[in-house]
Nanobody, 125 residues
Framework: QVQLVESGGGLVQAGGSLRLSCAASGRTFSTYGMGWFRQAPGKEREFVAAISWSGGYTYYADSVKGRFTISRDNAKNTAYLQINRLKPEDTAVYYC??????????????????WGQGTQVTVSS
């Protein structure tokens, strides 16, 4: 069992930066791939980024490539999402997720077994 708690969201002006954290409990954290998703009001939850269990592979949605960076520290049971050059369209609730993901399914919500409660990111123009 893995429990995930996100933090680091907030209100920021366009062009600004945030670093989201996802703290995990449970000894199996280091064996799971991690993903970040986001959901804006009235829209479906969408994939943002994912990282393999070792941290050796990372993947990004085209809309965030070059601005978002996913990372993890298995010694601290924590995953991160660094968000730079924020845009108003990045406004959403951001969720972290964990699971035995594969490359083929890393963008799929159902591939992840565990989810955090989400953290709100609001970008003003």
């Amino acid at each position: 069992q893995v429990q995930l708690v996100e933090s680091g969201g907030g209100l920021v002006q366009a062009g600004g930066s945030l670093r989201l954290s996802c703290a995990a409990s449970g000894r199996t954290f280091s064996t799971y791939g991690m993903g970040w998703f986001r959901q804006a009001p009235g829209k479906e939850r969408e994939f943002v980024a994912a990282i393999s269990w070792s941290g050796g592979y990372t993947y990004y949605a085209d809309s965030v490539k070059g601005r978002f960076t996913i990372s993890r520290d298995n010694a601290k049971n924590t995953a991160y999402l660094q968000i730079n050059r924020l845009k108003p369209e990045d406004t959403a609730v951001y969720y972290c997720a964990a699971g035995p993901i594969t490359t083929a399914r890393m963008k799929t919500v159902k591939a992840y077994d565990y989810w955090g409660q989400g953290t709100q990111v609001t970008v003003s123009s």
